[in-house]
């Protein structure tokens, strides 16, 4: 079993959330942590997306650039191989943020295969913090040069 389910107080199980799923949402979603749900032998943990989001908080993306002859610049993302060129660090950093969620999708989209290519494995928490965005211009934020 779990250490956390063990630690923490137990867990739900799976029959009486279903007979109570309205005060099951309540607690995940206003209370203060995630819940543990055993099924026979399955366990898996509901969580707020607000905690979700305050969980993935340190997932940030580090792009390196260069200014280029005719000023402008070309970059890339440290923690997922994309590249781009741009006129201005701003345009780049939006041009590689609209890539990051074309990427997000594309991962979500795969998601078996993806979630097990050593290549990619480490990229999961990036890909969350970036589908958990509402705009482009939020998931342009999450990029530091």
Do not use: C
């Not at 032998?41 to 989001?53: E, G, Y």
Request: overall charge negative; glycine content about 4%; proline content about 3%.
């Amino acid at each position: 079993m779990v250490l956390m389910a063990k630690v923490l107080g137990s867990f739900q199980e799976a029959t009486r959330v279903r007979q109570s799923w309205g005060s099951f949402i309540d607690m995940v979603v206003h209370g203060s942590r995630p819940i543990v749900v055993k099924r026979n032998r399955d366990l898996f943990t509901a969580i707020s997306v607000d905690l979700l989001n305050e969980m993935l908080e340190p997932y940030e993306l580090a792009m390196v650039h260069h200014l280029e002859d005719d000023q402008s610049v070309t970059g890339a993302l440290q923690e997922i191989d994309l590249v781009g060129h741009a006129e201005s660090l701003d345009a780049l950093r939006l041009a590689l943020a609209r890539d990051l969620v074309d990427y997000a999708k594309e991962y979500w989209e795969n998601f078996d295969q993806y979630r097990h290519a050593p290549n990619r494995r480490a990229h999961l928490p990036h890909v969350l913090r970036v589908l958990l965005q509402p705009d482009v211009k939020h998931v342009a934020e999450l990029i530091h040069a």
